[in-house]
């Protein structure tokens, strides 16, 4: 026992002379080279993500002697894994207050480890930073995806959907010559179409920032493209109004069928729908639904023509809105007849007064009747009680102005369930107006019984569709009219479903036309303008 106590001291005793070696090892270090100096540290530090590139942001304490800082990470292959930092002007950021520098990859993505070591100029070194960072390159761009670009229906501006980090985009657009606009960056949701061509192509690409203290914004890679809406609609009623109600030649004819075409392969209840609808969307639908736009462009054109159009005296300006609503202008005054459409109410401003055949919604507007008794203009009928001065249910005679009205009252196209229902009216224009004189047949049921208090020779008839009963009020006889023009009317309203459900179509109306006792029987469509003039229509 004692032999092995031995050996244990002897073991003990030879560590500690070892021990002693080293602690004199260290303390002749310290005094050769005094104790050990850190360089000062890095206060703080901050990283910007970039394409294939990081901006590294350095904060560090004050230090008289600091020198530099040293950039370290790790990578693969032949790649720089560190960059010097020298704490100078060069590297200054006076904004931010602190150094930095950028650092560039060529082929390197993704999220990195950046550590930072602080150096004085005597070479002694801070404790470590780190910091991590992402860098953006082809893989994460190819993830990113363009915001939706809508083209308004009027094809008049684009509209992108907002996204998450985006900051804008890139357009260009396809001309009416075919030519593509130069590619221009916009910060705006909505940008301006000018000649855009219908059917032809928007091309856009969606600029990101993802986050706001990235010192690169990306593209998406490729281009979006949208299709531009077109509307077989505006071509057929642009042709339609280079040809003329007094001629229905074969280009005419091929306009009024493809017309017909439009409006059979519309439901009625979309119609309904576009009625109901707000305004914008409404709009919307004329200039993608093809017989909308005939619709709605005759409106415009018609609301632009009054007000612009200058009556000569003796002449008198004549123009059909939709189904049997017509606008007439003298020399000194505006009416208007069984005007009924989507935005009828604009057009009060504009006239004088108006005339309603019947309660029918087709051929009464509600909205307008309201609006011209709102600013007591006289709304002449046999069921708006507003106006007590001219409503009434019997025949009656009525002078507004220079103008001379004669009314009778008939049943409703010989139903036997709505008697007495529509009034027909007769008016005279007056000297101004060469004495111009038209009868509005309404919905009437064309009996000579029912037209005695409006008989006589005049110069306009406005008829519905010329079928054969329409003519037992043509003539001589007591009852009768003899015009020296008839037009033919209610064509295809809308609210009806197609012939022979209920709308009256241009084929059958065409069919009608050789059957008409009327010399001079035209078929105007939507927005037409004719001029009386000198005793003929033109």
Not at 118 to 129: A, C, I, Q
Not at 290 to 304: C, E, Q, T
């Amino acid at each position: 026992m004692s032999k092995i106590n031995y050996i244990l001291l002897w073991a003990f005793f030879q560590l500690f002379l070892v021990g002693c070696d080293n602690a004199d090892d260290l303390l002749n270090q310290h005094i050769k080279d005094g104790p050990l100096v850190y360089a000062g540290k890095i206060k703080e530090m901050g990283a910007q993500s970039g394409y294939y590139r990081i901006r590294v942001n350095l904060f560090p304490t004050t230090d008289a002697n600091r020198s530099h800082s040293v950039l370290t990470w790790n990578t693969q292959g032949d790649t720089k894994d560190s960059m010097r930092v020298d704490y100078n002007e060069a590297n200054f950021d006076p904004i931010m207050g602190g150094y930095f520098k950028v650092i560039e990859f060529a082929d390197l993505q993704g999220p990195l480890e950046i550590k930072a070591q602080n150096v004085d100029k005597f070479g002694n070194k801070s404790l470590m930073e780190s910091i991590s960072a992402n860098i953006y390159g082809t893989d994460y761009v190819s993830a990113l995806v363009n915001s939706p670009a809508k083209v308004s229906s009027k094809v008049d501006k684009v509209t992108f959907e907002e996204r998450v980090g985006a900051v804008g985009n890139i357009i260009s657009y396809e001309k009416i010559d075919g030519s593509f606009t130069p590619e221009v960056f916009v910060k705006d949701k909505n940008y301006p179409l000018v000649d855009a061509k219908r059917g032809g192509l928007v091309r856009t690409k969606t600029r990101f920032l993802i986050n706001e203290t990235d010192i690169d914004t990306l593209d998406v890679t490729a281009f979006l493209e949208t299709r531009i809406p077109t509307n077989d609609g505006i071509a057929v009623y642009e042709a339609l109004l280079q040809t003329s109600p007094f001629s229905l030649d074969n280009e005419r004819l091929a306009v009024l069928r493809q017309i017909e075409v439009f409006s059979d392969s519309f439901p009625k209840a979309s119609f309904g729908q576009y009625l109901k609808a707000g305004d914008e969307a409404s709009v919307d639908m004329e200039y993608t639904t093809p017989i909308l736009y005939a619709y709605g462009r005759a409106f415009d054109k018609l609301m632009d023509e009054v007000q612009h159009t200058d009556v000569a005296y003796g002449s008198v300006a004549v123009w059909l809105l939709y189904n049997m609503g017509y606008v007439v202008k003298t020399p000194s005054v505006t009416f208007g007849i069984d005007v009924d459409h989507r935005w009828a109410e604009k057009l009060e401003p504009y006239l004088d007064f108006i005339c309603v055949t019947h309660n029918h919604v087709d051929h009464a507007h509600v909205k307008l009747m309201d609006a011209m008794n709102k600013k007591g203009k006289p709304v002449l009928s046999n069921f708006y009680k507003k106006d007590t001065k001219y409503y009434s249910e019997d025949a009656k005679n009525f002078t507004i102005g220079n103008i001379k009205i004669r009314t009778d009252i008939t049943d409703h196209l010989r139903d036997p369930a709505l008697p007495k229902f529509v009034t027909v009216f007769r008016i005279e224009c007056g000297a101004d107006a060469g004495n111009f004189s038209m009868l509005h047949c309404g919905d009437s049921g064309f009996r000579p019984t029912e037209f005695t208090k409006v008989e006589g020779p005049l110069d306009l008839a406005v008829l519905r569709w010329g079928a054969p009963r329409e003519n037992d009020i043509l003539g001589t006889g007591s009852g009768q009219v003899e015009p020296k023009y008839a037009i033919l009317s209610h064509l295809i309203e809308l609210r009806h479903d197609p012939y022979p459900n209920g709308q009256a179509s241009i084929s059958q109306t065409l069919k009608h036309l050789p059957g008409v006792k009327c010399d001079n029987t035209i078929i105007p469509f939507w927005g037409e303008k004719m001029i009386w003039k000198n005793g003929q229509m033109q």
